[in-house]
């Protein structure tokens, strides 16, 4: 998966940080920012917040004393959650190191996708394709859980079809309406079972614009389903895996799987090397326990205590507080006034060097400094933390 770095460097020398962990869908909740911003706005926006400082209890203080505030807290509360994880792939690793030393959970705030898609992908299986592939050699594409102008413009950019290939190859599902009555096809689900049986079906149908598709997806050499997993809907996502399930019996049929934002994909791949679990891992005594559905943030926080919030992609997070709290990112965290330790930290692609994992785990991007900061690194951060 790695690739070389150096030629990379290049290539992506013009593109925003942020759009390169993004999936194709623009996330409309409150606290995702799928717009594009130029670098120079960037650095001046983020210049803004330069002279940001360590906070105890929104009272302003040096990073030594906010680190001995911090190992007492992490003292006496010994139980320990680590969240957030919107950072670079390097510091996962310390991350991932520190979580295991202090036998602590650990997950992502994109937890509900990643849980969701990895249930379904166990169960089912499918084969995975990358954006290079989907670029390079699909000629027929069927999006379920979004619609034309769900997706990014960046998506569309780095794929460099022309307006009529776009518009012959890709299908959306959620624009359609395949019974004649409006009352087969009562919900989404329907309509994927609906399209499974509706493919395979020797019967061409008369229809002209169901005719145009079947014809399509017959013709079809390298057919492509990308779903929307960040509607975080386990039944539509466990429909849309059943449905290339089925497919594949007759015709091979690939999916584009997006992690999400936020370098999620980095952190699976960080505990995969780390832990050989893709995510959501509990460190215990006996090693580390996979455990997806437990180590929600809502379930942990009424087991335990103490939060460790790691956050240098984005301010503002759907931040949830637990008696204890310790945030380390983004100068500008939205809430840092209300937690009990702030730590300013060096945001890659910025103010230091990064790598993140493309969205579909493609390949690596090199996230080059701009400008420089008195910033601690995650990494010096963490290892300060840890010492005696």
Avoid at 219 to 233: C, E, L
Avoid at 296 to 315: G, H
Avoid at 341 to 357: A, M, Q, S
Wanted: hydrophobic fraction near 35%; proline fraction near 3%; charged fraction near 25%.
């Amino acid at each position: 998966m790695i690739q070389d770095l150096h030629m990379l460097k290049e290539k992506n020398s013009k593109n925003c940080i942020y759009s390169s962990m993004l999936s194709p869908f623009i996330k409309m909740d409150q606290g995702y920012s799928f717009e594009y911003t130029e670098k120079k706005k960037r650095i001046s926006s983020f210049e803004l917040f330069s002279n940001s400082t360590p906070l105890i209890k929104g009272k302003k203080s040096s990073y030594s004393e906010a680190i001995k505030e911090a190992k007492k807290i992490i003292k006496f509360e010994k139980s320990i959650h680590i969240d957030g994880l919107s950072t670079d792939l390097q510091s996962m690793y310390k991350i991932i190191d520190f979580a295991e030393r202090y036998k602590s959970s650990i997950d992502h705030m994109c937890a509900d996708e990643l849980n969701i898609f990895f249930s379904v992908f166990q169960k089912h299986g499918g084969s995975l394709v990358s954006f290079n592939e989907l670029k390079n050699r699909a000629d027929f594409i069927i999006v379920i859980g979004a619609k034309r102008e769900n997706f990014s413009s960046y998506f569309f950019r780095d794929l460099k079809w022309n307006k009529q290939k776009i518009k012959r190859t890709f299908f959306y599902l959620d624009d359609q309406k395949f019974d004649q009555n409006s009352s087969f096809c009562s919900n989404k689900i329907d309509e994927v079972n609906y399209l499974k049986l509706f493919f395979l079906e020797k019967n061409i149908p008369k229809n002209s614009k169901l005719k145009d598709l079947k014809e399509k997806f017959i013709n079809a050499k390298f057919p492509v389903v990308i779903a929307n997993i960040k509607n975080k809907d386990y039944a539509l996502t466990y429909s849309i895996f059943d449905f290339v399930r089925f497919i594949n019996k007759k015709k091979r049929m690939k999916i584009f799987n997006i992690f999400g934002s936020h370098n999620s994909g980095g952190f699976v791949n960080a505990c995969v090397t780390k832990t050989g679990f893709p995510n959501a891992i509990n460190f215990t005594d006996t090693g580390p326990i996979y455990e997806p559905n437990l180590i929600s943030i809502e379930k942990q926080k009424n087991t335990k205590n103490l939060q460790i919030y790691i956050s240098n992609f984005e301010p503002d997070p759907n931040f949830i507080f637990f008696k204890k709290n310790i945030f380390i990112g983004h100068p500008s965290f939205a809430q840092k006034n209300k937690v009990d330790v702030f730590f300013p930290t060096k945001t890659p692609g910025l103010d230091t060097n990064g790598l993140i994992v493309r969205a579909d785990s493609g390949g690596l991007f090199k996230l080059e400094k701009s400008f420089n900061s008195n910033y601690l690194s995650n990494i010096d951060l963490i290892e300060n933390i840890q010492k005696n």
